[in-house]
């Protein structure tokens, strides 16, 4: 499939609304609130534009995928580090498993690191995100500030050894909550 990759634009917001909603339609595991999620994230001081990526189908030139990188910290009493925290993917059922979600994760991945990001933790399927690299956090003692499942909370270098030496607990944006 051939895709066009992104920013996206304050015209585009209805219409990834839309992509949202059908996308986490579904989901057991949604409170089909996700586009309220990116809705109070581009409100926030943790929003980066330039990682908030739509997908376009090239023919129709429809946009069919979504995803959002904002500014998260991992901090303990003598640390406090700047990460990014990848959430949400969407991308509309018609268009699922062909591999959209994976090119929007790879081109945000390789955006954040062009930007001088150095990791980004991710709460997902733990048969999904590891091909892009991501391993459960707890290998750096880094924590989820609420009761999850160790093996659903990873954690990804965008630069080698990026994470050594850092360890605590992340503090999301206050859109999350």
Known sequence: MNLVIREEQEEDYLTIEQVIRSAF???????????????RLRESTEYVPKLSLVAIESVSKQIIGHILLSK???????????????????VHPEFQNKGVG????????????LLNYDSV??????????????????LWNIKVPFEVPEELFMALELR???????????EYSSAFF
């Open 121 to 138: 933790i991710v709460l997902g399927h733990p048969n999904y995100y590891p091909k892009f690299g991501f391993k459960k956090a707890s």
């Open 72 to 90: 998260c910290q991992i901090v303990n009493p003598n640390q406090y580090v700047q990460a990014l925290a990848l959430a949400p993917v969407s």
């Open 102 to 113: 994976s090119t929007l994760i790879k081109e945000s991945l390789q955006k954040a690191k």
């Open 160 to 170: 080698e050894n990026a994470l050594t030496n850092v360890s605590g607990k992340v």
């Open 25 to 39: 339609a579904t989901m057991p595991f949604s409170d089909k609130k996700e586009q309220e999620l990116v809705s």
